[in-house]
């Protein structure tokens, strides 16, 4: 008897938690339809959206990459037409399974299944009133950090006159573009030092000799000697040095206590970074071409590198990234995501930022693109003196201007 009445109320009470948004004649929320389309942005921005039969209309972004459009339309679209879109964990496996012999481990099909994840999310949000960071968990902070990647003369290029884009690459005008970061607010500059020296030499060797050294010190230099305790200062090496010269660079930049070096070396080989940060006296990051956890997983439990730059419409969206935190701070490592999206995959990392406590700071790859900001449907601008406040509004806690993004749309 007593088993009976314990297995009632428990049926009795599991009923009542059951908070799944329903309409008034009782069925869950369903999904409608899913689709794409393109802002021609300094990176093609792939933005994702989620309908609802509630009228609630989920955004996300997938990173810029070829294919995304047919996986979404043609496979993941008649996969979740249907569903639950608050059910986002069992959803975001169930796109991995029928994806599972078209590369849902990596690569492509994990991007696609990315940007319908950050979609269900702000979806999941606006359902059940309330913003992505509270549905993971709470905040830990009221904002976020963000860094300005200054990119390197090649992005100054556009800026320069006719016949000086050579001059682009020196040192002074790197100084120059990281003063101008600081006096927009951000604490942390990075710059790219993979650039031409005005030298040839052949790059596929991954091998650079001592007066290739020497320019990519001297970049260093000016930047610190411009700005100074203004603000820290990092460096990007897009894995295109080998392990011999990628340590003699790292001994050369000792001196400079830079914030981190990033990506010295090609990402597939975990031994090969960890031997280098044992042979170095550097904070080495890397990670943004690994993909989920299982991804991460060496890099972390073999501590190859002090920070993690996972890129949330990349490896694997929003849930993902935050496992990959969570198991990073079981061995004291950061997150530092990568990011060079529109202000959606922008707002979906800052909310990861907002729920963990090994966060330092996201990128900000746009300060080129002018309009930007105009792209959100608010008052104020979405980044301020390098802080994100961590939006209070259901979902993801922004909204586009699709004017402005039909302004810009790629066709």
């Known amino acids: 008897m007593y088993e009976d009445f314990a297995s009632k109320l428990a049926a009795t009470m599991w009923a009542d938690f059951d908070e799944t948004p329903r309409r008034a004649d009782g069925p869950p929320a369903e999904i409608t339809d899913l689709n794409t389309l393109v802002i021609d942005g300094n ?8 309908e609802t ?9 997938a990173y810029p990459s070829p294919g995304v459009h047919e996986i979404i339309t043609d496979y993941l679209r008649p996969v979740l037409v249907g569903e639950n879109p608050t059910d986002v964990e069992r959803l975001y496996n169930l796109m991995r399974e029928s994806l599972s012999g078209r590369g849902s481990q990596e690569g492509v099909g994990t991007i696609a299944i990315s940007g319908v994840e ?4 702000d979806a999941t949000g606006k359902l059940l009133d309330q913003p992505v960071y509270q549905l993971l968990g709470g905040k830990v902070r009221e904002e976020v950090a963000v860094y300005a990647d200054c990119h390197a003369g ?23 573009a990281a003063r101008a970061a600081v006096e927009d607010g951000f604490d942390i500059v990075k710059f790219d030092l993979d650039v031409p020296s005005g030298r040839e030499i052949d790059t596929l060797s991954r091998h650079f000799d001592p007066p290739e050294i020497d320019h990519k010190e001297r970049v260093v230099a000016a930047v610190m000697e411009e700005i100074g305790d203004d603000a820290e200062i990092a460096v990007d090496l897009h894995w295109n040095f080998s392990p011999e010269t990628a340590e003699r ?15 010295p070396l090609p990402p597939e080989n975990t031994d090969a970074m960890q031997e280098l940060k044992r042979r ?62 529109s202000p959606v995959a922008t707002a979906a990392t800052a909310h990861i930022g907002a729920t963990v406590p090994n966060f330092v700071a996201l990128e900000y790859h746009a300060r080129e693109v002018s309009w930007w900001e105009d792209l959100l449907a608010r008052e104020t601008d979405f980044i301020q003196n390098g802080r994100i406040q961590i939006p209070d509004s259901p979902g993801l806690g922004i909204e586009l201007d699709w004017d402005v993004v039909e302004q810009h749309r790629k066709e």
């Open 249 to 263: 660079l790292c001994r050369a930049l000792e001196p400079y206590d830079l914030a981190w070096i990033e990506d």
């Open 53 to 61: 039969d509630e009228g609630v209309t989920g955004i996300g972004e």
């Open 43 to 50: 990176f093609p921005w792939t933005i994702v959206t989620v």
């Open 280 to 341: 170095v006296d550097a904070t080495i990051l890397t990670g943004e071409n690994r993909y989920g956890r299982h991804g991460f997983r060496d890099l972390i439990e073999d501590q190859a590198v002090d920070f993690l730059a996972p890129d949330v419409p990349k490896t694997g969206g929003i849930a993902e990234t935050k496992k990959i935190a969570d198991m990073a701070e079981a061995y004291y490592q950061a997150l530092v995501p990568h990011n060079i999206g």
């Open 154 to 176: 090649e992005a100054m290029v556009e800026s320069a006159e006719e016949g000086q884009e050579e001059e682009t690459y020196e040192p002074e005008a790197y100084a120059q």
């Open 118 to 121: 950050l979609a269900l999310w």
